[in-house]
């Protein structure tokens, strides 16, 4: 109930249980590591630890060395396969010369050994076509369950540092076999839970660099969506910001570009003043644009946002930046810190710092 603490010291019966399990399961996980154990039982031993303990970083890479191991078995295995086909081969080849040559063979004889021989290539044929999967096919089988796995356990464990990064690495080593729009639906998917999963973003951005399957000017509308759903999503303007410069690669493109990103940072300001995504995204466009009579018009919009806000901080902190970038500040503008110090307390010693720009120069 609302207004009551949870006791975080008393535990279920049922979670009980389930810890009392992880704690053996990851015993039974690390011992096998320890022997060297690199086979599918030994991976299978560590997905109830993972399901429950995501962060376990020793035992994702333990899955890592295993699955390599199965592949590089996977492949010598058919070496010795195709190995085995050649040497049958050459064996029938010498029994079919060895009865060419020979004359003196009855006929009973003769259909015998032939009889034999059409056996023993049936029984080759048979043993060769029996194989349920190349090396190949198999890496693609094992990694393809990996990435379902994995998926389980980013659902429960969105935030995990370890899910993602075995994640990429899972399709790296698939190779030209993954498939990178199934993952940009899991990114969508994972973004319409949290869109500021900062984790899923970076995945994002790592599989539509890997693949071709969106251009930048749809990534780029993409970011616009999830900024338009909530202007508070930080990860969808840093996204944006490292997007822009791409699309527009011309020097002479990019500025004109920027102008326009004024317009939705403004509404965003109007639509919540006191939060810091879209400020933050504002101080990177003057950064980037540096044209005075743009940094006169952010001004005025900061003064006519402050006549109806009056103490948004982050529209007095931004007047005084866009001051200091204009190389105008007085000594009057000491009233703007003096303002902050008051709204936000916490970063005092800050604002003073600040005020050093202003005394510095006058004196």
Known sequence: MHGRKRDTNVMSKETEIRVKHHIQARQIAFENRLKKEYTIEALKSTVDCLNFNSDLYTLWAYRREIILHLIEQAKIEEQKLKQ????????????????????????????????????????????????????EEFKISLLNEELQFIEKCIRHHPKSYWIWFHRKWATKTLEIH??????????????????????????????????????????????????????????????????????????????????KEFELVQQAFYTEPSDQSAWFYHRWIRAKIQDRSELLKELKMCEELLEIENDCKWAILTKFFIKKELNELTQQDLTLLNQLEGIDPCRANYYRDLALVITTKTN
């Open 84 to 135: 085995n086909q050649v040497n049958s081969t050459d064996s029938k080849d010498i029994i079919d010369q060895t009865n060419s040559t020979s004359t003196s063979t009855s006929n009973s004889t003769s259909n015998s050994t032939s009889n034999s021989t059409s056996n023993s290539t049936s029984n080759s044929t048979s043993n060769s076509t029996s194989t349920p999967k190349s090396a």
């Open 178 to 259: 993954c498939n990178w729009q199934r993952e940009l639906e899991l990114c969508n998917l994972m973004l319409q839970f949290d869109n500021r999963n900062f984790h899923c973003w970076n995945y994002r951005r790592f599989v539509t660099s890997e693949s071709n399957i969106v251009t930048l000017k749809q990534e780029f509308e993409y970011t616009t969506s999830k900024i338009e759903e909530s202007f508070s999503n930080y990860s969808a303007w840093h996204q944006r910001s490292a997007l822009l410069p791409q699309i527009q690669s011309s020097a002479s493109n990019l500025p004109q570009a920027l102008k």
